[in-house]
């Protein structure tokens, strides 16, 4: 939604009670994130990569030596006060799943065991033709896609009394389903209900979990690139229930690295001729994406990304005219331990020809949670604003953002920060800060 929607200093309730985070998946993304906040909530660790606990937001003038803490500035829920819950399609608990996972050393995991062994997922909404390297057993089974909706909706009603739960939010951290296309299923709530009644195999089981968070009214964050609720039927759902809905697809490795490097290019005049990406990662991520049918999901996801920084059809002469490859290859030594490797042929004064290497030997989940505890706690806070629909402030964290119907979305990351802190300083009453700086010479 538009700041123009809420007022400049809009009341924004309390984070009283406990938040429930429903985690949808408890993979690698989702164990890392829960064993991190009980480690941290410990003091054995820093929640280093999380803007909600570790960044500032200057207020006023730079003279004014005014930034508080982010989580000191706007209220958000305390790490004390979240419980989490979860479904997948593996019945193994939290810690056992972590310990699959291999992401987090057995020394840490033994450190928060207690906690991790106590999460259980629940049975999942899933269907094979979706995500078919995956065949799980804790599945729900009904007799058309509303009954699942409304297992869903009962999940979500008894979490919420079982854990005596103030407030809910849930984010898709399961894995990437099949490309699907808008179309006319997608169109209305009331279409889009008679084709889950009729079983409409075009309703992936992501738009299940997010049909059952909206009907509950609880803010739904989407981390993978599937279409979910990024159709019309969906985001008209949420401002009708007043409920905060944001997506695409957590912004993590290679496309985090382009959305840095690609507006320093552009905003010294640097032509492009091509840029060549490659990624190699052994996780179940990779084994789902080796698929052609999941892959081209987050192949759209991460294409549209130097389209809209390089603008090419404003400078035809530096970028009108790329060569742009994404690769994904499923490598099971690596583990969760991602290899992104990019080669990017640029060209400057005169038209002569440079390059750039890039070799990110970076860890998934490790980047991926800090993103799924700041959605999950800035959703809240969105709603406790009173903000509903989509959330185009949190871009930040994505690769494909979700914005108002015509309108592009905004990837540069520096771009995407500020449009973030201007609209915690919007809600809060503070000044915008545009960097203008004139003030300091009058």
């Not at 809009?10 to 829960?34: D, H, Q």
């Not at 984010?171 to 209900?193: F, N, P, R």
């Not at 309703?203 to 609720?229: D, E, H, Q, R």
Request: charge should be negative; proline fraction near 5%.
């Amino acid at each position: 939604m538009g700041l123009n929607m809420i007022e400049k200093g809009v009341e924004v309730a309390p984070a009283n009670g406990k938040l429930g985070i429903l985690l949808v998946g408890l993979g690698a993304v989702s164990t890392t994130l829960v064993a991190g906040v009980e480690a941290i909530k410990r003091g054995l660790a820093e929640p280093v990569g999380s803007l909600t606990q570790m960044g500032t937001v200057r207020l006023g003038k730079r003279t004014d030596n005014r930034s508080p803490r982010i989580k000191d500035f706007v209220p958000l829920a305390a790490l004390d006060d979240i419980v989490f819950g979860a479904w997948d399609i593996f019945a193994d608990n939290a810690f056992d799943a972590a310990m699959k996972a291999g992401v987090l050393e057995k020394d840490l995991l033994n450190q928060v065991s207690e906690q991790l062994a106590s999460l259980k997922p629940m049975p999942a909404v899933f269907e094979q033709n979706y995500v078919k390297r995956l065949h799980g057993e804790n599945v729900k089974s009904g007799k058309n896609k509303m009954e699942l909706a409304e297992q869903l909706i009962e999940d979500i009603a008894r979490f919420r009394a079982e854990n005596n739960c103030d407030r809910l939010v849930m984010v898709w951290a399961a894995s990437t389903e099949i490309y699907v296309e808008e179309s006319e299923v997608h169109t209305s709530i009331e279409v889009l209900e008679k084709a889950m009644y009729d079983n409409d195999p075009r309703i992936a089981p992501s738009m299940i979990y997010a049909y059952a968070a909206i009907k509950s009214g609880v803010p739904f964050a989407n981390g993978a690139p599937n279409l979910t609720v990024d159709i019309p039927a969906l985001t008209k759902l949420a401002e009708d229930h007043k409920v905060p809905i944001c997506g695409k697809d957590f912004k993590t490795g290679q496309t985090l690295m382009k959305t840095i490097l690609a507006p320093g290019l552009k905003s010294r005049m640097l032509g492009l001729d091509g840029w060549y990406s490659t990624n190699i990662l052994g996780n179940r991520d990779g084994e789902v994406l080796d698929d052609p049918e999941n892959f081209k999901s987050k192949e759209v996801s991460k294409l549209s990304v130097l389209e809209h920084i390089f603008q090419p059809e404003v400078y035809p002469d530096l970028y009108g005219n790329f060569s742009h490859v994404v690769r994904i290859n499923y490598y099971p030594p690596r583990g969760d331990n991602k290899e992104g490797w990019d080669n990017i042929d640029i060209f400057g004064w005169l038209g002569y020809k440079m390059q750039i290497k890039i070799d990110f030997l970076c860890r998934d989940s490790i980047l991926a949670a800090p993103l799924a505890l700041d959605l999950a706690l800035f959703m809240d806070l969105a709603q406790r604003a009173g903000m509903r629909g989509v959330q185009e402030w949190l871009s930040f964290y994505f690769k494909a953002p979700q914005t108002a119907p015509g309108l592009y979305p905004e990837h540069d990351i520096f771009i995407q920060l500020m449009k973030l802190k201007n609209t915690l300083r919007h809600m809060r009453g503070e000044d915008l800060i545009t960097h203008l700086g004139l003030e300091y010479y009058d």
